[in-house]
């Protein structure tokens, strides 16, 4: 099985789009897709993220379940071919919803990005960068500490 950057690779190249493009269209950064293609960060965090890849680059149900699981995501269609009999598509059914703890498993493991933290509101993404969050944090600290010292000096 192919892994999920080599996958991603092939899609891209096949779809023609650059990494910017696809990064506007999910609503990642840029060094974010750079990061999936070179294997540097494993995997997206969330399902809905590779969705939408599969969605921008226009792939088949095959390719997007490829690309989920390659992801460590559980795929959306598990459908057994027609010329099996009954019973052995209810045991491959039956199979593919015993293994939804491992892909539970995985969906709710968190991968640490030490540069970036993701904001969701809403459809949109936005990047904060650890530093910056620290740096707001520790003002609005202060700004708090400022207040309370004026309000104790004004009630004597």
Same mark, same amino acid.
């Given at each position: 099985m192919r892994t999920f950057a080599e996958l991603l690779s092939l899609y891209i190249k096949q779809g023609g789009i650059t990494d910017t493009e696809l990064a506007r269209a999910i609503g990642v950064s840029?060094?974010?897709?750079? &990061?999936? &293609? $070179?294997?540097t960060t494993s995997r997206p965090n969330n399902r $809905?993220? *590779?969705l939408a890849i599969s969605k921008k680059l226009r792939l088949t149900s095959e390719e997007k379940d490829n690309l989920l699981l390659a992801?460590? !995501?559980r795929p $959306?269609?598990? *459908?057994?071919? /027609?010329? $099996? /009999?009954?019973e052995l598509q209810a045991s491959? *059914? &039956?199979k593919a919803d015993a293994t939804d703890v491992s892909y539970a498993d995985f969906e709710s493991e968190e991968e640490n990005d030490s540069e970036n933290l993701l904001v969701r509101s809403g459809e949109r993404k936005i990047f904060i960068s650890r530093g910056l969050l !620290?740096?707001?944090?520790f003002i609005l600290v202060w700004i708090v500490i400022i207040v309370l010292i004026v309000m104790a000096v004004f009630n004597r």
């Open positions: 840029r060094q974010t897709i750079f &990061r999936w &293609r $070179e294997g $809905e993220d *590779v992801a460590g !995501f $959306e269609d598990i *459908v057994p071919p /027609d010329n $099996e /009999d009954t491959k *059914v &039956r !620290f740096l707001i944090i």
